[in-house]
């Protein structure tokens, strides 16, 4: 696709529930980061594929969090039994292999899950 | 750990106005330092600074990066209501399996008055 696109845009979910956040990235990028911005906070990395593996994940905080990439492409975060804290805007961002001394990694508009 | 610290946290100025942001960050196997401009949602690229010294420039925006004391500057000349935005900046780590891995800092939020 044209640029990095994540799906939904928002959502809403009660504490305790499941939720899967969608991430499709630029055709051909095989590198893909997940990072999440809590309000008035700089990003904070969350977990690196680079195609269907995932290289590093030590930024997910806990183990109610996982995510995929099993094609290589698009890939899904997946946050368990829902905190009010876990609220927050999860970007995604994908670049071609490591990082474009053109244009850096290309971010997608950002999932805003409001946990209530 | 690495680590990114931006200032001011936020600034206010009127149109016209020139700004400096200012970054500063303590990171192991540094690669690169990379600016964005956050206005919604998705952070858009700047610009991406490797070497010292070296100045980049799109149009009124220009940055550079001294590696010997660890810091950046992003300068904004002649403001315009549309510059209004968090910058974000960010440190690439170039180590073992964090490679590309983005530390961000915590962001200026800048607003221009007409």
């Known amino acids: 696709g044209a640029g990095v696109s994540q799906t939904p845009s928002n959502k809403v979910t009660e504490k305790g529930k499941y939720v899967e956040l969608r991430c499709d990235p630029i055709?051909?990028?095989?590198?893909l980061y997940w990072y999440r911005q809590s309000l008035g906070q700089g990003p904070e990395f969350l977990i690196y594929f680079q195609g269907t593996g995932a290289a590093d994940d030590s930024g997910l905080p806990n183990d109610r969090f996982f995510a995929v990439r099993p094609e290589g492409s698009v890939s899904t975060l997946k946050i368990q039994r829902t905190e009010r804290g876990d609220s927050a805007v999860y970007l995604c961002?994908?670049?071609?292999?490591?990082?474009?001394?053109?244009?850096?990694?290309?971010f997608g508009s950002g999932t805003r899950l409001t946990v209530v | 750990e690495d680590k990114v610290v931006q200032s001011p946290l936020s600034l206010v100025v009127h149109e016209g106005d020139t700004v400096t942001l200012n970054c500063s960050y303590e990171v192991t196997n540094f690669r690169s330092l990379l600016w964005y401009k956050q206005e919604k949602k998705a952070p858009t690229f700047l610009f991406m600074l490797t070497s010292s010294g070296i100045e980049k420039k799109s149009g009124r925006l220009s940055s550079i990066l001294d590696k010997k004391e660890l810091f950046s500057i992003l300068n904004i000349t002649a403001t315009q209501t549309g510059d209004s935005a968090v910058y974000l900046c960010a440190v690439i780590n170039a180590g073992g399996t964090s490679y590309g891995k983005l530390t961000f800092g915590q962001g200026t939020i800048l607003t221009v008055h007409p």
């Open positions: 055709s051909g990028h095989t590198a």
């Open positions: 961002a994908s670049s071609p292999w490591g990082v474009s001394t053109i244009y850096g990694y290309t």
